[in-house]
């Protein structure tokens, strides 16, 4: 009589090492996401009124030296 063993492998196999890797970049995308101190869609709207607000003073700043920037800048703002 006869008996059969089935040996598995000590060191760590590919499907290991992925998993490994989607931890190790899930872990950085949370430590990133804790010091930018959150993302929220609120934010994104205040960002993007301040940021449209920015461009209107450039264009503004720009009007005097070059009218074509300063018309850009204004169609920026605008989408």
């Known amino acids: 009589m006869s008996t059969a063993t089935i040996t598995?492998?000590?060191d760590k196999g590919l499907r290991h090492?992925?998993?490994e890797t989607a931890?190790?970049?899930r872990a950085f995308a949370i430590e990133l996401y804790v010091a930018h101190g959150g993302w929220f869609s609120h934010d994104a709207t205040r960002a993007g009124q301040t940021s449209r607000r920015q461009?209107?003073?450039l264009a503004a700043?720009?009007?005097?030296?070059?009218?074509?920037?300063?018309?850009?800048?204004?169609?920026?703002?605008?989408?």
Request: proline content about 3%.
């Open 8 to 10: 598995q492998a000590q």
């Open 23 to 25: 931890r190790n970049i």
């Open 55 to 57: 461009l209107l003073s």
């Open 17 to 19: 090492q992925f998993a």
């Open 61 to 79: 700043a720009a009007e005097s030296h070059s009218p074509a920037l300063s018309a850009e800048l204004r169609h920026f703002a605008s989408k």
